[in-house]
């Protein structure tokens, strides 16, 4: 379905939703940032972020009859968006929040959208439009905008921890083009998502359990943020596919622009970020890019 298909009224809660997914998933990196402030590390709070909203996706995908299936092209799909989307993209993201503003990770996110337009393309999934390569190269001048003095990036010293974040929307872009390679027709969207967490879960564990990045917290209040964060990230991605499913990808894709005004907001007002004056036009050129790779998409559809 698309949003153009669907009545007044549905539209409306489709909108209340992404404005909720937005809020919600705009969250995690703060209370990620919170965590490993109390000292745990960055894989860890991955782990049990992951293991927590797996074993809730997993508890709602059993009880409605939808839990995944486990063949090898199956666990292939699981893991290797777990692997990439999750384990990876949370490893840059949480290593690079232990230094740089928790706002300027919202503002790179959105980045995710025309990177996996670009690696369509590159992969002859999608051919990529003049307008989608337009709107890829106004956003990375918008993100290049971001880390400049006097925007998102207080001190220079910190460009090498926010050049790692940038790696986290390419591992989403990647993850993107490998559910698409590696999805097995007729497989629910709640099956999948708790397949995907599971995969991430056990990534996750793989690579910090040997590394001792998983120990116990050091407070009743570090355990409480542990928990909320994984709570957080197993009930966004059941709004997300909520929202895949009725609304439609490139109405659902519009969350980017919610996530990074949350993002900011959330910045500010738990860790009492400022950004510089050049945040609001360097917003505006990575808004403005992701609106036009959404615009080439709605065209070829």
């Given at each position: 379905?698309?949003?153009?298909?669907?009545?007044?009224?549905?539209?409306?809660?489709a909108?209340?939703?992404?404005?909720?997914l937005?809020?919600?998933?705009?969250?995690?990196?703060?209370?990620?940032?919170?965590?490993?402030?109390?000292?745990?590390?960055p894989?860890g709070?991955?782990?049990?972020?992951a293991?927590?909203?797996?074993?809730?996706?997993?508890?709602?995908?059993?009880?409605?009859?939808?839990?995944?299936?486990?063949?090898?092209?199956?666990?292939?799909?699981y893991?290797?968006?777990?692997?990439?989307g999750?384990?990876?993209?949370?490893?840059?993201?949480?290593?690079?929040?232990?230094?740089?503003?928790?706002?300027?990770?919202?503002?790179?996110?959105?980045?995710?959208?025309?990177?996996?337009?670009?690696?369509?393309?590159?992969?002859?999934?999608?051919?990529?439009?003049p307008?989608?390569l337009?709107?890829?190269?106004?956003?990375?001048?918008?993100?290049?905008l971001?880390?400049?003095?006097?925007?998102?990036?207080?001190?220079?010293?910190?460009?090498?921890?926010?050049?790692?974040?940038?790696?986290?929307?390419?591992?989403?872009?990647?993850?993107?083009?490998?559910?698409?390679?590696?999805?097995?027709?007729?497989?629910?969207?709640?099956?999948?998502?708790?397949?995907?967490?599971?995969?991430?879960?056990?990534?996750?564990?793989?690579?910090?359990?040997?590394?001792?990045?998983?120990?116990?917290?050091?407070?009743?209040?570090?355990?409480?943020?542990?928990?909320?964060?994984?709570?957080?990230?197993?009930?966004?991605?059941l709004?997300?596919?909520?929202?895949?499913?009725?609304?439609?990808?490139?109405?659902?894709?519009?969350?980017?622009?919610?996530?990074?005004?949350?993002?900011?907001?959330?910045?500010?007002?738990?860790?009492?970020?400022?950004?510089?004056?050049?945040?609001?036009?360097?917003?505006?050129?990575?808004f403005?890019?992701?609106?036009?790779?959404?615009?080439?998409?709605?065209?070829?559809?």
């Amino acid at each position: 379905m698309t949003a153009s298909a669907m009545t007044g009224a549905a539209t409306l809660r489709a909108m209340l939703w992404l404005l909720l997914l937005g809020a919600i998933w705009g969250l995690t990196p703060a209370l990620a940032k919170l965590a490993m402030q109390d000292g745990v590390l960055p894989l860890g709070v991955s782990a049990v972020g992951a293991t927590i909203s797996a074993a809730l996706l997993m508890a709602i995908a059993v009880a409605r009859g939808q839990a995944p299936r486990w063949s090898r092209a199956h666990l292939w799909h699981y893991v290797a968006g777990g692997l990439v989307g999750m384990a990876l993209a949370n490893l840059f993201a949480f290593t690079g929040l232990t230094r740089a503003p928790a706002g300027l990770f919202a503002l790179i996110v959105p980045l995710a959208g025309p990177l996996s337009v670009l690696l369509f393309a590159l992969a002859g999934i999608e051919r990529a439009r003049p307008l989608a390569l337009l709107g890829t190269v106004v956003s990375l001048a918008g993100i290049a905008l971001a880390m400049a003095p006097g925007a998102a990036l207080p001190d220079p010293a910190l460009l090498p921890w926010a050049a790692l974040m940038l790696l986290v929307p390419v591992c989403y872009a990647v993850a993107n083009i490998l559910s698409v390679k590696l999805a097995v027709p007729g497989s629910p969207h709640l099956a999948q998502a708790a397949g995907t967490l599971v995969g991430a879960a056990a990534s996750v564990l793989v690579i910090a359990l040997p590394l001792g990045h998983v120990g116990l917290p050091a407070s009743i209040g570090t355990a409480l943020v542990l928990l909320l964060h994984g709570l957080v990230t197993g009930v966004a991605y059941l709004i997300y596919f909520r929202l895949l499913v009725r609304a439609g990808g490139i109405f659902t894709s519009q969350v980017s622009y919610v996530i990074t005004l949350a993002g900011l907001a959330y910045g500010a007002l738990i860790f009492g970020e400022r950004p510089g004056w050049l945040t609001l036009p360097a917003t505006l050129l990575i808004f403005g890019g992701v609106a036009l790779v959404t615009l080439s998409q709605r065209r070829r559809g």
